[in-house]
């Protein structure tokens, strides 16, 4: 069983910056693929930020510029560091890792709100 525990969340102004840690227990953190994704109140749970075992990202459009998501698999963390943010990007942010080693494995954290606020 693989536990996640996010933490960095908070509030913060229209326009500054926040980052985001989700560190991972077990072993299977460098073989796996890890993701952030957010949920705001009656919407369901979107994808923000995605990095593979090799370290190729991708993102959402509406953060692409804004956001990095990167790793460190000695500490077993990934991070999101978000800039300029708006208050579209107000949510529970959501760290997940997933990956397939003999069947396919798929774990989330707790969760971590992040409030922007004008």
């Known amino acids: 069983q693989v536990q996640l525990v996010e933490s960095g969340g908070g509030l913060v102004q229209a326009g500054g910056s926040l980052r985001l840690s989700c560190t991972a227990s077990?072993?299977?953190?460098?073989?796996?693929?890890m993701g952030w994704y957010r949920q705001a109140p009656g919407i369901q749970r979107k994808l923000v930020a995605i990095?593979?075992?090799?370290?190729?990202?991708n993102y959402r459009d509406s953060v692409k510029g804004r956001f990095t998501i990167s790793r460190d698999n000695a500490k077993n963390t990934v991070y999101l560091q978000m800039n300029n943010l708006k208050l579209e990007d107000t949510a529970v942010y959501y760290c997940?890792?997933?990956?397939?080693?003999?069947?396919?494995?798929?774990?989330w954290g707790q969760g971590t709100q992040v409030t922007v606020s004008s």
């Open positions: 997940n890792l997933k990956g397939w080693l003999g069947a396919q494995y798929d774990y």
């Open positions: 077990g072993s299977i953190f460098r073989l796996s693929t």
């Open positions: 990095i593979t075992s090799a370290g190729t990202t």
